[in-house]
Nanobody
Framework: VQVVESGGGSVQSGGSLRLSCAAS????????MSWHRQAPGKEREQVAS????????DYDDSVKGRFTIARDNAKNTVYLQMNSLGPEDTAVYYC????????????WGQGTQVTVSS
């Protein structure tokens, strides 16, 4: 099983980034996917999620209207489009997959750093 995030980097306040999460080794299309982030000294928090078929998305209030999660089951990839970034969005961003039929079956990526400067 591999879950690999990419697309992180440094950007100025107001800028945009698009994160990608490529998965392999499991049946991606039956997994709900989510993005989480962890800032220094803070707990990891979920920022966005999407159901296995992409029909339902959910966002934390802190990113609602600025971030968009999407998935391409043909490419085994989930994306997080991040717009209007601010310094408060600085964190390591992680991708997680959760089996829609067995919630205990979860895979995490290694994370990608996003740094937003003011």
């Amino acid at each position: 099983v591999q879950v690999v995030e990419s697309g992180g980097g440094s950007v100025q306040s107001g800028g945009s980034l698009r994160l990608s999460c490529a998965a392999s080794g499991f049946t991606f299309s039956r997994y709900s996917m989510s993005w989480h982030r962890q800032a220094p000294g803070k707990e990891r928090e979920q920022v966005a999620s999407i159901t296995w078929d992409g029909s339902i998305t959910d966002y934390d209030d802190s990113v609602k209207g600025r971030f968009t999660i999407a998935r391409d089951n043909a490419k085994n990839t989930v994306y997080l489009q991040m717009n209007s970034l601010g310094p408060e969005d600085t964190a390591v961003y992680y991708c997680r997959g959760r089996d829609s039929y067995s919630a205990a079956r979860v895979f995490w990526g290694q994370g990608t750093q996003v740094t937003v400067s003011s």
